[in-house]
C-alpha cells in the first residue's frame, strides 16, 4: 500500500516513501509558490533524509531556493554539520548536488525572529485547559512564515513521553513558536 497507508508488518521503502511525497508535493504546491518546510530536529527520528532528497528533487528545478526551517522548540541550535547528518548528505554535496536548499535554525529565544499572533486571553486558556490554567499567553511564531506561500510540516506524529503526541501541529507551537507559548505547553 501506499498513498498514506503502511504496512502492519514492515516499513516503507524508499521509493514508497518517494512516491507519497511526489504526490503530495504536486497536489499541494504550484510552481510558483514559495515554499517553507519545517522539519524536526535531531531529536526526532524519521526518514528525514530520504523526503529531503524528494523535496529537493521535485522543487530544485523551478525555485531559487528549497528552504528548511528546523522546529527546535526550545532545544539548541543544529550546527551546519549536524543538519547535514540529519538530512543525508555532507558538506561538500550541500555545496555541489544541493546549492538551492537553505536551511535556518528556528530561534525561540531572538525576539527579532518572533511574530505575535495574538494573545489568548485567561479566559480562553481557562477553557482551553479545562480550567487548570487561568492566565493569558503571547502567541508568537518564527516571523519566516510570513514570507511564504505554503508551510509544510515535514515529519511524523508518534507518541511523546510527556505530552501526549509529538508531531503535527506542534511542530508549528511549540517547535517554531516563541518561549512564552512554548512555557506554556511544557
Request: proline residues 5%.
Amino acid at each position: 500500500m501506499v498513498n498514506g497507508k503502511g504496512f502492519p508488518d514492515r516499513f516503507l521503502t524508499e521509493s514508497e516513501i518517494q512516491a507519497i511525497c511526489a504526490d503530495v508535493l504536486e497536489s499541494a504546491i504550484r510552481g510558483d509558490d514559495k515554499v517553507l518546510f519545517v522539519l524536526p530536529d535531531h531529536t526526532r527520528s524519521a526518514p528525514i533524509d530520504v523526503m529531503f532528497r524528494t523535496i529537493y528533487g521535485k522543487l530544485c528545478d523551478y525555485s531559487e531556493h528549497v528552504d528548511f526551517l528546523i522546529a527546535l522548540g526550545t532545544h539548541p541550535p543544529m550546527t551546519d554539520a549536524m543538519i547535514d547528518a540529519r538530512v543525508g548528505i555532507t558538506g561538500e554535496e550541500r555545496r555541489t548536488r544541493f546549492p538551492k536548499a537553505r536551511f535556518f535554525n528556528h530561534r525561540w529565544n531572538d525576539p527579532d525572529s518572533l511574530i505575535s499572533l495574538g494573545t489568548l486571553s485567561e479566559t480562553d486558556v481557562g477553557r482551553l485547559s479545562g480550567g487548570r490554567l487561568s492566565c493569558s499567553v503571547d502567541v508568537t511564531i518564527n516571523k519566516m512564515v510570513l514570507d511564504y506561500d505554503r508551510i509544510v510540516i515535514v515529519g511524523p506524529v508518534f507518541p511523546h513521553e510527556v505530552v501526549g503526541f509529538s508531531g503535527g501541529s506542534k511542530y508549528l507551537f511549540p517547535g517554531i513558536a516563541g518561549a512564552e507559548i512554548i512555557d506554556m505547553f511544557h
